[in-house]
């Protein structure tokens, strides 16, 4: 009889594209979408958590990376009896589905209805640096008005946002712009809505921050070298044909009212393009109205957003501090949110025009840049360890792990083997344990417990002097009765130490 063949074991490997999150990351997220949903609920709008997977016809076919299989989504067909069954995929926004859920849902809910809503999207998309397959997004979204108050609102509310999460003013820049305007820079070219020049337009604007007007210049027209030396294909334009992209993209002066001048010439006599210049001018009124200044919020034609769906204004946050790169270069962080108004989604659904405008929030670049800014903590908080000396004696240190959660406290009680009182110490050091409580027989038979400060501990053991060790004891003994109370004193100023600690980094 043949011997049977070993399976192989499954290798314990993250798949390409996607990554795991640890406790430092995920309280650290947890901690920012609590603020971001603060900011959102005060300007009144309501939680909506949709379904993570749609029909593929619902999603609709709007990421920029369409050569990919499945036009950038993680898709797959339900089978039913005849093998016909619906295809299915992983959301890849936030928004294609609150287009569903209003068009299913409308009759319930007010008009306008204003959501927010956060959690991991996918994208079936080549990963990269920093790039990964599933990401958080937190959106917000009004559904029902074609009133630019409404861009204008979301536009502040993402200003207030950012300086919430510890972002200052002079960090960041909201910078706004219309794709009305484009569309009628479009026209002035003479290049017609199913003209597929277009899409390669857009997509040379969109590399107008690295390239620059001379090699949008040269990508609209013939080609050019990149960096690396190799030979871009261009659009094939005729030079008259690209000065009103070039007029539009350098069309920012020194005030508003400089830019709408420029952005006039830019677009000719499109009608498009001129109303969307209107709108500009509007949003631009509203913005100096409720106090936002140039530094928070900016009209900035450069702008072009990748999804399809935009049909008016558009933006992003854009960071403007500098950080070095792997490479030990200086480089802008980037933009860390965008949005704009999308009033055709919801028809596909309902065969009605329904307004709407939102923004989203790359959740992980977000996180990164508050790294980047140091506010974030760069180690947490573990909990209280109460240490075993005598495993017999367990009910005695759940007692005091009782104790300490009662009053407010996280504690735990150490589960693994405390035959070596060493290992103990050691895993609360790596649970980053502020505080450990010993109590041994001689202590059980005194009445006491001994407290041990291990931030304390660990910072005069890298540099203090054995008469600083006597000035400023790391363990203490106290009455069984003080646990609580000594505990709760040794986490104050361990608090107030950071503080000096961080205004002295600053």
């Given at each position: 009889?043949?011997?049977?063949?070993?399976?192989?074991?499954?290798?314990?490997?993250?798949?390409?594209?996607?990554?795991?999150?640890?406790?430092?990351?995920?309280?650290?997220?947890?901690?920012?979408l609590?603020?971001?949903?603060?900011?959102?609920?005060h300007y009144?709008?309501?939680?909506?958590?949709?379904?993570?997977?749609?029909?593929?016809?619902?999603?609709?076919?709007f990421?920029?990376?369409?050569?990919?299989?499945?036009?950038?989504?993680?898709?797959?067909?339900e089978?039913?009896?005849d093998?016909?069954?619906?295809?299915?995929?992983?959301?890849?926004?936030?928004?294609?589905?609150?287009?569903?859920?209003?068009?299913?849902h409308?009759?319930?809910?007010?008009?306008?209805?204003?959501?927010?809503a956060?959690?991991?999207v996918?994208?079936n998309?080549?990963?990269?640096?920093?790039?990964?397959?599933?990401?958080?997004?937190?959106?917000?979204?009004?559904?029902?008005?074609?009133?630019?108050?409404?861009?204008?609102?979301?536009?502040?509310?993402l200003?207030?946002?950012?300086?919430?999460?510890?972002?200052?003013?002079?960090?960041?820049?909201?910078?706004?712009?219309?794709?009305?305007?484009?569309n009628?820079?479009?026209?002035?070219?003479?290049?017609?809505?199913?003209?597929?020049?277009?899409?390669d337009?857009?997509?040379?604007?969109?590399?107008?921050?690295?390239?620059?007007?001379?090699?949008?210049?040269?990508?609209?027209?013939?080609?050019?070298?990149?960096?690396s030396g190799a030979?871009?294909?261009?659009?094939?334009?005729a030079?008259?044909?690209?000065?009103?992209?070039?007029?539009?993209?350098?069309?920012?002066?020194?005030?508003?009212?400089?830019?709408?001048?420029?952005?006039?010439?830019a677009?000719?006599d499109?009608a498009?393009?001129?109303?969307?210049?209107?709108?500009?001018?509007?949003?631009?009124s509203?913005?100096?109205?409720?106090?936002?200044?140039?530094?928070?919020?900016?009209?900035?034609?450069?702008?072009?957003?990748?999804l399809?769906?935009?049909?008016?204004?558009?933006?992003?946050?854009?960071?403007?501090?500098e950080?070095l790169?792997?490479?030990?270069?200086?480089?802008?962080f980037?933009?860390?949110?965008?949005?704009?108004?999308?009033?055709?989604?919801?028809?596909?659904?309902?065969?009605?025009?329904?307004?709407?405008?939102?923004?989203?929030?790359?959740?992980?670049r977000?996180?990164?840049?508050?790294?980047?800014?140091?506010?974030?903590?760069?180690?947490?908080?573990?909990?209280?360890?109460?240490?075993?000396?005598?495993?017999?004696?367990?009910?005695?240190?759940?007692?005091?792990?009782?104790?300490?959660?009662?009053?407010?406290?996280?504690?735990?009680?150490?589960l693994?083997n405390?035959?070596?009182?060493?290992?103990?110490?050691?895993?609360?050091?790596?649970?980053?344990?502020?505080?450990?409580?010993?109590?041994?027989?001689?202590?059980?038979?005194?009445?006491?417990v001994?407290?041990?400060?291990?931030?304390?501990?660990a910072?005069?053991?890298?540099?203090?002097?054995l008469?600083?060790?006597?000035?400023?004891p790391?363990?203490?003994?106290?009455?069984?009765g003080?646990?609580?109370?000594?505990v709760?004193?040794?986490?104050?100023?361990?608090?107030?130490?950071?503080?000096?600690n961080?205004?002295?980094?600053?």
């Amino acid at each position: 009889m043949a011997k049977a063949k070993k399976q192989p074991r499954p290798k314990a490997i993250t798949p390409k594209g996607f990554r795991d999150y640890f406790g430092q990351e995920v309280t650290q997220r947890t901690h920012m979408l609590a603020s971001i949903a603060e900011v959102y609920h005060h300007y009144g709008f309501e939680a909506l958590e949709s379904s993570a997977v749609e029909t593929v016809e619902a999603l609709g076919k709007f990421l920029p990376d369409v050569d990919r299989p499945n036009a950038g989504v993680f898709a797959w067909q339900e089978a039913d009896e005849d093998g016909q069954g619906d295809w299915m995929a992983l959301r890849y926004d936030l928004t294609a589905p609150l287009a569903r859920v209003y068009a299913q849902h409308r009759n319930e809910l007010p008009n306008p209805y204003r959501r927010f809503a956060m959690g991991p999207v996918w994208r079936n998309e080549k990963p990269g640096p920093g790039r990964y397959r599933q990401f958080y997004q937190c959106d917000a979204d009004t559904v029902g008005t074609a009133s630019m108050a409404a861009d204008a609102e979301i536009c502040m509310m993402l200003s207030d946002t950012l300086e919430k999460l510890g972002i200052p003013r002079g960090d960041y820049l909201v910078r706004v712009n219309n794709r009305k305007v484009l569309n009628g820079v479009l026209e002035a070219m003479g290049l017609a809505e199913d003209d597929p020049k277009r899409d390669d337009v857009l997509r040379t604007i969109d590399k107008f921050d690295k390239v620059g007007e001379a090699g949008v210049r040269e990508l609209l027209g013939k080609g050019r070298l990149d960096a690396s030396g190799a030979y871009i294909d261009g659009v094939g334009l005729a030079d008259h044909q690209a000065e009103p992209v070039l007029a539009f993209l350098t069309s920012k002066g020194d005030t508003v009212a400089e830019t709408m001048t420029n952005l006039r010439a830019a677009v000719g006599d499109s009608a498009v393009g001129a109303e969307g210049i209107a709108e500009l001018e509007l949003m631009g009124s509203l913005f100096a109205a409720a106090g936002y200044g140039d530094d928070q919020v900016l009209i900035d034609p450069s702008i072009v957003r990748g999804l399809g769906y935009y049909t008016g204004p558009v933006f992003e946050a854009e960071l403007t501090f500098e950080i070095l790169d792997e490479k030990g270069r200086k480089r802008q962080f980037g933009s860390v949110a965008g949005g704009g108004r999308y009033d055709g989604l919801v028809k596909r659904f309902t065969g009605q025009e329904v307004p709407a405008v939102g923004v989203s929030i790359g959740v992980d670049r977000l996180l990164a840049a508050l790294r980047e800014k140091g506010r974030l903590a760069a180690t947490p908080t573990g909990p209280v360890v109460v240490t075993v000396m005598d495993r017999d004696r367990m009910a005695d240190y759940q007692a005091m792990v009782s104790e300490l959660r009662q009053a407010g406290i996280r504690a735990e009680v150490y589960l693994g083997n405390p035959k070596n009182f060493g290992n103990q110490l050691k895993y609360a050091d790596k649970r980053h344990s502020p505080v450990a409580v010993i109590e041994g027989g001689d202590e059980k038979e005194r009445g006491v417990v001994q407290i041990k400060d291990l931030i304390l501990g660990a910072k005069l053991a890298e540099n203090a002097t054995l008469e600083e060790w006597k000035e400023r004891p790391s363990q203490f003994e106290v009455p069984r009765g003080d646990l609580v109370a000594k505990v709760r004193e040794i986490l104050a100023s361990q608090t107030g130490l950071a503080s000096q600690n961080d205004s002295q980094d600053g």
